[in-house]
């Protein structure tokens, strides 16, 4: 081979080890803010249909708390005196908020009216302890009951589907086909199901190394977060169930990249939030893929 045809290839390789480099780049998280709003063991967040509010589950308070997205500066409350054990909260197309009222046993519905919530329905079934709730656009709500250890359908208030040999099951999420991600907490790993509640996928083992999986959040790509309770991290899960990234260093702390039995996150474009629950705050992110 020439001396001219060695450099090509040279360079044609090392041309190719450079774009394989960049493809296998994980990616990076970088801290923004935290609030400094006095939150009690705060769960799952969700964010306004603008993404101008952030919904707080704040349990200890037996609330919901309604921080800006921006500033997580406090805004406003619902729900105390009415609620206990709040862990999760999910809206429909009306913009009514379904609040899993946790040591209550049931979901609470509250009409919102910019500032004010008021209380105009409740769901009760075969569940106890609700800690994820679910409003699923095919007009089913899906709750998961952490203490009967079960997910039920309900449609128009009647229970339609279950799916039951679970433990403590925590938050629903819906997946871009339709189908629903479930955190399966005390059994370390995340389901797929189908509407009818039919186990779909399991995302599990060494791969992923869970440990009290909690809230989750699915991005457009179809990826998925998950706030990792007792690894203190949230990890990040491409849409072919390839592990990413880490957010956290794995030791119960409080800082940039340290997290506490982290609990909830959400996230709009770039930016991830999360309950820092041991902590008793919520923080954000800024992620880089």
């Known amino acids: 081979m020439d001396m001219r045809r060695r450099t090509l290839v040279a360079g044609l390789a090392l041309a190719l080890l450079t774009a394989d480099t960049l493809a296998v780049e994980p990616p990076t998280f970088a801290f923004e803010h935290a609030s400094d709003v006095t939150l009690s063991n705060p769960h799952d967040v969700k964010l306004s249909a ?28 619902f729900g105390a ?17 379904y609040v899993a009222d946790t040591h209550n046993g049931r979901v609470a519905i509250f009409e919102l009216q910019q500032d004010r919530a008021m209380l ?12 994820g709730v679910l409003v ?9 009951g952490a203490w009967s250890h079960n997910v039920v359908a309900f449609r128009d208030g009647e229970p339609v589907h279950s799916l039951h040999g679970l433990s403590a099951p925590h938050d ?14 005390g059994n370390d790993r995340i389901l ?5 509640l039919q186990i779909v996928a399991e ?20 990826a998925l977060l998950a706030a990792d309770k007792n690894s203190h991290t949230v990890k990040l899960i491409g849409r072919d169930g ?19 039995t982290p609990e909830g996150v959400d996230s709009s474009g770039d930016r991830v939030w999360i309950s820092d629950s041991g902590n008793d705050r919520v923080v954000r992110y800024r992620m880089r893929r």
């Open 242 to 260: 390839k592990l990413l990234a880490r957010l956290g260093n794995g030791r119960a702390g409080r800082g940039p990249n340290v997290f506490t």
């Open 136 to 144: 699923h656009p095919n007009g089913m709500i899906y709750v998961a």
């Open 203 to 222: 995302l599990s083992g060494p791969a992923y190394a869970f440990d009290g999986v909690r809230y989750l959040d699915v991005l457009p790509d179809g």
């Open 172 to 185: 629903l999420e819906l997946a871009a086909n339709g189908d629903l991600w479930l955190a399966d907490a």
């Open 81 to 97: 005196g009415k609620l206990s054990g709040t862990h999760d909260i999910d809206f429909d197309a009306a913009g009514r908020a």
């Open 50 to 77: 603008d993404g101008r509010h952030l919904y707080v589950s704040d349990v200890g308070s037996g609330r919901v708390v309604v921080l800006d997205a921006d500033t997580l500066q406090l805004r406003s409350s």
């Open 192 to 196: 797929r199901l189908s509407p009818t």
């Open 120 to 131: 105009v329905g409740e769901l009760r079934g075969p569940i106890a302890g609700p800690e």
